[in-house]
């Protein structure tokens, strides 16, 4: 089993950043693809970003590109959502998910094996 821990959701203002992180278990960790979902209340679980390995290979969604960055350690096994120029239309709660066998598109959150319970995010305007 692979078991995901999110933090660093918090209330910030319109135009401020905010850090998450996933703490990661499990031995192979370096190999996972590890994303970041979002969800708000009543609308359906969005895709935010991705990062395939500690190469730097990464994917946003369109909503997010410019403003969040992706990067991991996996030493640590950790992995983090850097998001700056925050909007209201951010808010939502956050989720780690790992996908630790390949297959399917990184933009699917079928795909993924593993899930944390998730971090919410709320921007204030």
């Known amino acids: 089993q692979v078991q995901l821990v999110e933090s660093g959701g918090g209330l910030v203002q319109a135009g401020g950043s905010l850090r998450l992180s996933c703490a990661a278990s499990?031995?192979?960790?370096?190999?996972?693809?590890m994303g970041w979902f979002r969800q708000a209340p009543g609308k359906e679980r969005e895709f935010v970003a991705a990062i395939i390995t500690n190469s730097g290979s990464s994917y946003y969604g369109d909503s997010v590109k410019g403003r969040f960055t992706v990067f991991r350690n996996n030493a640590a096994n950790m992995v983090y959502l850097q998001m700056n120029s925050l909007k209201p239309e951010d808010t939502a709660v956050y989720y780690c998910a790992a996908r630790t066998v390949y297959r399917g598109t990184i933009y699917s959150a079928s795909v993924y094996d593993y899930w944390g319970q998730g971090t919410q995010v709320t921007v204030s305007s």
């Open positions: 499990g031995r192979t960790f370096s190999s996972f693809t």
